[in-house]
């Protein structure tokens, strides 16, 4: 889905070599699958096949990009593969491509920031690495991967301004130009390098007083500036002119918008001599000679004359003619450029009012330039004579009548044709008016300047209050005469008050009487002498009054009939509420109401009924005071003291053993509850009638008056009770047996309850569950092993259950009768024994060995120890024997190189308790080889490299997939390539295998048996006999005879030491060498060469392992 900022309509298409699989629908953008598609047969199959680097490669063209809410909404492109995929890499690799783009897990390739094409890079390589989740290949873990190119395109779109070149813009022209003169040209191109949109070119208006428009026009298409109408430097458009000037691309932005940019266009006008001499009407100085030029004059005023020609042209002579010229003067007589004029009274006798009210004089300007041609200006100036105030104000009635209605708002026109009249002009003809007394002027005014008459703000125009007012309105001119007429405002009655209901009405009745005559007095403020204040009666529809009626005339409400208080709501208590509407007969028409209450006295008029005549009831045996049943009746009667009621039981078979009990419910509600006697106890067994039949009875005493009653039939059934406890059959349950690793909710055992009574519910309960082995209890492990449901089905519940772990399970259970009603509903708790069977389901497991071994190849004789191991199988009887087999020997040379063989050792097996050890002995000499030293290569790795013949350096040997010997490396102990030999292997773990099942696995390699060259002998000379030398040569008391032994000196990495490193060592431990001496060490012989050594010290013997190792079967 798709959005535009603009809401214009979208519409949708679908492209591609697969565009044939789907269809689309072109005005919501739906696309749905049109014909099946096939995993399988589309190449580049995911799984143990690498991924085809062209399904990444795409070629991608980007339009700029639009900001919605901050974030850059544009699609790329989609890698259609199912890998995750990170970009590696753009190009240009700069600042601005850093993170521009990004691509999601499903190989969508989305645009990270904005793009431009004037300002940016217009194109952009996207390196993208492509791997997969990986899977089995060849039995090995393995992930695939790939590298794809994307190559964007950015293509220029309309964004940016067009900009105009050369400014400023600034030209001249003369005033008075032939029309078309082309004034000047301006140039503006696109910015958009690609587009390179066709640029319009519009004059605008500046100045709102101006239109530039009007004067000159610019060329749509080239730009050129030409004069469409006359220039006048004196006129329009003055000495200058300003206009901005437009320029906008033909086709709209990518925004919808005009693409346009203004820049401001000055041209002066050149100045010509082609005007005469001007006359204004100036207000007052200055005179700015901005205005139109005046041809006549009127009144004493002051005239201005000007020249708009600057220079000497602007020199001009000024006089008077006409028929009153003689009585007035001009003054100044010449004037150049501009100047005042003024009019002057030269002869005042001329002058005169009476004998005319207008005089007229013409002003004429001469230019002295030698023109004859247009060469002057002429002026009428009209003079007006002033009048004097002998007039005062006459209005055409003396008094008038007027009328306002009641409680107009203020600002309403009382009148408006009252006006006085004066014969004088000007100020003296002038009228204001004013009301009088000024107490008149709270409610009413005048408008002073044309007589109409108001109603005041704040006023209370109340007929009630003043029906008539009397006023004076008074006229004076503008010299302070005055006239006047007398008002009498008379105010018209509206219907503004409501009716008044005078006391209040509140009565009381016996109920079963009719109500006296009640008389509703009302009155009304308003003149009774019209409608407003004539009244009318009725009674307001509601829920009583249809028992009323109303006499008009005599303004009476009178009942129709007797009042019953039981036909009223007991909520109203005992109440009754008659509405009566009082409205006038005016316009609008007002009304009131007046409820008039009658309360009617209740009478014990009604007898107590039950709410049924015959009742059924159910009570267990053997239930002292139990609740039997319950009992209604009501009276309609409304007050408490006559609906009170009484339940009593009428004496019959078996009454006695029940009681019954009354408690009110609600007015005129009363309960009776019916109970056993506490002290009986029914015996359902020893009843012949399994029932009782009771008369019961509902009394309203009125306080001792006559009795009121009501009577109803109970029958009550007696019903056996559920008592008897359940048991469990057999008692105990028989054991049963479950093999370990059952199915899980597989059914182990079905049991079974019994109960003695006829009506029950048996559910079995799980108490308590105990879980043991051959040693005794093992805690809660057996828990969940087994589910007991409530029909007595026991079902496996773990598919862990182990005869290892827990060999018995006790399950404490009981039987509960959910009908049980009195006594115990449990049965007694049994114990269930569960026998758990033995699988053949565990592995043998071996101990660890930490022993070292060591093999004299010179004197290893036939069934010779060379190893021990130890294993145990959890299992128990025949599915715990183990068997002990060598599956494997090699014999691994200093160079790293293996050598197998057969029938060097066999095993020998001996119980230790509940261990099997299996002893590895020899079946005779084992064989030793030993490499030569020039036969093996050696790396170019140093001593001083950082990390010698390390995972990252270039060892041959470690390329070669070969182990250093530490005599021949040149990094010596610093070499990394040695692990097989200095024997560090990881730990051991138990892991099952797809062909041999469980085994063990070694985190480290298991460690070797070592062979030692008989070069590293050294003969050990002891006094005393050899077999004690052998069997306690840790115990060694004293010499018996001299004794010689050949020992070898190996250390746990199976390194050996030689006769004279023995020494060596020997020599430097004096406390060891004196305990050797203690225990009869004489000679030490070395490297099998005549003549003997005394030792002066003791040394400690280690050995380990020799360099046959021993593969198990689960050695994989």
Known sequence: ????????????????????????????????????????????????????????????????????????????????????????????????????????????????????????????????????????????????????????????????????????????????????????????????????????????????????????????????????????????????????????????????????????????????????????????????????????????????????????????????????????????????????????????????????????????????????????????????????????????????????????????????????????????????????????????????????????????????????????????????????????????????????????????????????PIQIQATDQDNLETNNGRLHFEIMPGKFSNNFTFHPDTRELISKGPLDREAIPAELNGKIVVTILVEDLGIPQLNTTVNVTITVEDQNDNAPSFSSSNYEFSVSEDMQGALVGVVEARDADQTQIHNRISFYINSSTGSSNFMI?????????????????????????????????????AENSDLGETMEAAIATVRVYVLDINDESPTIVPSPPEKIQVTENKNLHTLVAELEATDKDTNHSLVFQKIAVACFNRTGSVGNICQHWFRLVANGSLFVNSSHIDYELCTQVEITLCVKDEFTAVGNPYSRNETLVILIGDANDNAPQFYPVDDTFVIIPEISPI?????????????????????????????????????????????????????????????????????????????????????????????INRMLLYECHPAVCLAGERCQNQCFTKRQYPEVEIVRTLARGWGLQAKRDIKKIFSVDKSYRTNLKFGIALKEVQDNSNEIKRALENTAVDAYFVYKNGTALTGDQVLMLIRRNPEQLEQLINLGLLVILCKEVEGTQSLEGVFTILSQWSAARIRHPWDQ
């Open 1 to 516: 889905m798709a959005e535009d900022t603009e809401n214009d309509p979208l519409y949708y298409s679908i492209e591609g070599e697969n565009a044939y699989y789907f269809s689309l629908d072109r005005g919501t953008g739906k696309v749905i699958l049109k014909q099946p598609v096939n995993y399988e047969s589309k190449e580049g199959t995911l799984g143990d096949s690498a991924m085809a680097a062209e399904r990444l490669a795409t070629k991608s063209s980007l339009r700029n990009v639009y900001f919605i809410q901050g974030k850059i909404l544009c699609f790329v492109c989609y890698c259609s593969c199912f890998y995750r995929a990170i970009p590696l890499q753009v190009i240009p690799n700069n600042e601005e491509s850093h993170q521009l783009f990004n691509i999601l897990q499903n190989g969508t390739v989305v645009l990270n920031g904005s793009l431009s094409y004037n300002n940016k890079s217009t194109f952009y390589r996207i390196k993208i690495f492509a791997t997969d989740n990986g899977g089995l290949w060849n039995g090995s873990f393995i992930k695939r991967n790939n590298t794809a190119y994307i190559s964007v395109t950015v293509i220029d779109v309309p964004d940016l301004d067009p900009a105009f070149f050369g400014e400023p813009y600034v030209a001249s022209v003369s005033e008075n130009c032939p029309l078309g003169t082309p004034v000047m040209t301006v140039l503006a191109i696109d910015k958009d390098k690609d587009v390179d949109d066709i640029i319009l070119y519009s004059v605008i208006n500046t100045f709102l007083s101006l239109d530039a428009s009007s004067l000159f026009t610019v060329n749509q298409s080239t730009g050129v500036i030409t004069v469409s109408s006359n220039l006048d430097r004196e006129g329009v458009p003055g000495e200058e002119v300003q206009f901005q000037i437009v320029a906008r691309e033909k086709n709209l932005n990518i925004y919808h918008q005009v693409a346009q940019v203004s820049s401001q266009v000055t041209i002066h006008i050149s100045d010509v001599n082609d005007n005469k001499p001007q006359l204004y009407l100036c207000t007052g100085p200055p005179c700015n000679f901005t205005g139109p030029t005046e041809v006549n004059f009127s009144g004493q005023i002051e005239e201005h004359a000007s020249a708009r020609t600057p220079g000497e042209n602007g020199t001009f002579q000024l006089f008077l003619r006409g028929p009153n010229a003689l009585a007035f003067t001009v003054s100044p007589r010449q004037i150049v450029n501009e100047g005042n004029v003024q009019v002057l009274v030269r002869n005042s006798s001329l002058v005169d009012f009476e004998t005319t009210t207008t005089m007229s004089v013409e002003i004429v300007a001469n230019d002295t330039s030698g023109r004859t041609v247009d060469c002057c200006s002429f002026a009428t100036v009209t003079i007006h004579l002033l009048d004097i105030n002998d007039h005062r104000p006459e209005f055409r009635q003396t008094d008038y009548k007027l009328f306002v209605l009641e409680e107009s708002p203020p600002g309403s026109i009382v009148a408006s044709n009252i006006t006085a009249i004066d014969p004088d002009s000007g100020k003296f003809g002038e009228i204001t008016y004013q009301l009088l007394p000024k107490s008149i002027q709270t409610d009413f005014t005048v408008n002073s300047m044309n007589g109409t008459i108001f109603v005041a703000n704040g006023s209370k125009i109340n007929w009630g209050m003043r029906p008539i007012y009397y006023a004076t309105l008074q006229a004076m001119d503008g010299g302070g005469l005055i006239g006047s007429t007398q008002l009498e405002i008379t105010v018209i009655d509206i219907n503004n008050n409501p009716p008044v209901v005078i006391g209040s009405y509140n009565f009381m009745v016996i109920e079963g009487n009719s109500m006296e």
């Open 863 to 955: 069934d010779l120890s060379v190893a021990v191991v130890k294993a145990k199988d959890a299992d128990s009887n025949e599915n715990g024997v183990i068997t002990f087999s060598i599956s494997e020997v090699a014999f691994i040379q200093d160079n790293g190189h293996e050598q197998k063989f057969s029938d060097v050792f066999k095993v020998a097996k001996t119980m230790e308790k509940a261990v099997s050890v299996g002893n590895i002995l020899s079946v005779g000499k084992v064989q030793i080889f030993t490499a030569d030293l020039s036969e093996i290569p050696r790396c170019n790795c140093k001593l001083t490299d950082e990390n010698p013949c390390g995972l990252d350096s270039e060892c």
């Open 661 to 697: 009990r009354s408690s009110a419910k609600g007015s005129g509600w009363y309960q009776g509850t019916l109970y056993l006697d506490p002290d009986i106890a029914l015996d359902y067994d020893q009843m012949q009638e399994k029932f009782f039949n009771l008369i019961l009875r």
